[in-house]
């Protein structure tokens, strides 16, 4: 019986140290909701000042009065000559700065999981330079228009991220 029971907690053990190696190559835990800061060893984010990454967005307000103002296009991208990144976190907050809003199915990003604030997430750790999602007013929104701010915590790899990076609008940052 002892032995079994070694044997759980070594597998436990190194069960524990794969996830601290690794990350999370799947994106961002429910954890992490609300806090948009990775669970890495590295206990603060770096300065956004000069960060290698930007969020560009096709448009910081939403109009149902104006055909293709109904959604709004997010990008994190690597600005030009920086390395690509790992993993984001992206959130969607209204002109108050609660939570807002909904994002699309993206087949490279998915939902925090168990998070009811609108955040999308990476779906691996591979490498990338961009990544496009697709944000949206709630269904049933009684507003004609309204405002929209984004930010996003991007991760180099375990030792270097950028959280609560603002928005650009895209014409602006291109």
Known sequence: MARRSFCSSVAMTLLWLVCIVTGFPKGAPYTMCGYYLPSHNTPTPRANAGAPYQLLVS????????????????????????????????????????????????????????????AMTHNDASLKREATLVWRPPEGEHREWGWVQFRATVVKDMNNFWAELPHTLAEEGG
């Open 59 to 118: 448009a910081d307000y939403f109009d149902f009065r104006e055909a293709g103002h109904d959604f709004v296009v997010v990008n994190v991208t690597s600005k030009t000559g920086s390395p690509p990144f790992k993993g984001f976190v992206v959130s969607a907050y209204d002109g108050s700065g609660k939570p807002y809003g909904k994002w699309d199915s993206n087949p490279y990003a998915h939902q925090v999981p168990r998070c009811k604030k609108p």
